[in-house]
C-alpha cells in the first residue's frame, strides 16, 4: 500500500462531476551518496512535469482520474497517471480516498532514473537493463482530497 496524493492541480472546467484543468509534478532528485546501494551509479536530477487532468465522478463515491505530463526539466519524457477513487467522508472536513493507481511512463521518462552506463551496473555487481516503454506501477492509494483541510 502506498500513501499517494495527485499531482497540484486546478480545475479550469467544472460541470460538477467532470473536471479539467492543468497540472504540475515535481520529482526529488536522488542523490547516490543517500542510498549505499546507488554508490557508483550517480545522480538524478529533480524533475518538473507539466501537462493536464480529466477527473469524472459518476457517482458522488467514485472518481476516476487521468493525468498526462510532459517531463519539462529533468527529463523530456511523457507520463500518465490513471486512477480510481472510492470517496468516503469520515468527519465534517475530513474525507478520504482509495483505490487503484496505475502508471504508463516512456523511455525518455524513465532513463534518468533506471539508465546507467553498462561498466557500472557491472562493477556495482547488477545486470545492465535497459528502461522501456511501459507501466512502471501499480499500487493501491490513500489520499486525501483537497478542501479537506
Known amino acids: 500500500m502506498v500513501w499517494e496524493a495527485n499531482s497540484a492541480s486546478i480545475a479550469f472546467l467544472d460541470f460538477g462531476d467532470l473536471r479539467e484543468g492543468p497540472i504540475a509534478k515535481f520529482e526529488a532528485a536522488r542523490k547516490q551518496y543517500n542510498y549505499s546501494e546507488l554508490s557508483g551509479l550517480g545522480d538524478v536530477k529533480a524533475a518538473v512535469e507539466l501537462g493536464g487532468f480529466v477527473e469524472y465522478y459518476?457517482?458522488?463515491?467514485?472518481?476516476?482520474?487521468?493525468?498526462?505530463?510532459?517531463?519539462?526539466?529533468?527529463?523530456?519524457?511523457?507520463?500518465?497517471?490513471?486512477?480510481?477513487?472510492?470517496?468516503?467522508?469520515?468527519?465534517?472536513?475530513?474525507?478520504?480516498?482509495?483505490?487503484?493507481?496505475?502508471?504508463?511512463?516512456?523511455?525518455?521518462?524513465?532513463?534518468?532514473?533506471?539508465?546507467?552506463?553498462?561498466?557500472?551496473?557491472w562493477l556495482q555487481g547488477c545486470r545492465f537493463s535497459t528502461p522501456k516503454v511501459g507501466r512502471t506501477r501499480r499500487a493501491l492509494a490513500f489520499d486525501v482530497p483537497e478542501g479537506s483541510q
Open 58 to 121: 459518476p457517482v458522488d463515491w467514485f472518481r476516476t482520474r487521468v493525468e498526462l505530463r510532459e517531463g519539462v526539466v529533468g527529463h523530456n519524457g511523457t507520463v500518465a497517471d490513471f486512477s480510481a477513487d472510492f470517496i468516503v467522508p469520515v468527519i465534517r472536513r475530513l474525507t478520504i480516498s482509495a483505490g487503484p493507481r496505475f502508471t504508463w511512463e516512456n523511455t525518455q521518462a524513465t532513463s534518468p532514473y533506471l539508465a546507467s552506463m553498462p561498466c557500472k551496473r
